[in-house]
């Protein structure tokens, strides 16, 4: 099973800004939409952001707008999460998942086929 490599996690405090990356393993998944999700404690895992494969189009959850920006290297063939004004509220393991699709940017957890396994974001007020 292919697997996503996320990194970036860490302790910050409230206002400040982390910096996630997903890694893909092979160049297939520059055909595929990424998106992050993020998991708090005793939470549903939940959207926060998409890109399509071209990088041209994006989607945020309402609670991150203005503040997160998701963007991909294709070169790379890894996603960012650029996260700023973090809230203590942001504070979950964040994961990143692939779909094949096109310029689709679905929201639900089922519709993405891969997964990484994820990274710890922890906001301290």
């Known amino acids: 099973q292919v697997q996503l490599v996320e990194s970036g996690g860490g302790l910050v405090q409230a206002g400040g800004s982390l910096r996630l990356s997903c890694a893909a393993p092979?160049?297939?998944?520059?055909?595929?939409?990424r998106a992050w999700f993020r998991q708090a404690p005793g939470k549903e895992r939940e959207f926060v952001a998409a890109?399509?494969?071209?990088?041209?189009?994006?989607n945020y959850a309402d609670s991150v707008k203005g503040r997160f920006t998701i963007s991909r290297d294709s070169a790379k063939n890894t996603v960012y999460l650029q996260m700023n004004g973090l809230k203590p509220e942001d504070t979950a393991v964040y994961y990143c998942?692939?779909?094949?699709?096109?310029?689709?940017?679905?929201?639900?957890?089922?519709?993405?086929?891969?997964w990484g396994q994820g990274t710890q974001v922890t906001v301290s007020s």
């Open positions: 998942g692939a779909t094949f699709g096109g310029d689709r940017l679905p929201v639900g957890v089922g519709e993405y086929d891969y």
């Open positions: 092979v160049r297939t998944f520059s055909a595929y939409s």
């Open positions: 890109v399509s494969r071209s990088g041209a189009i994006t």
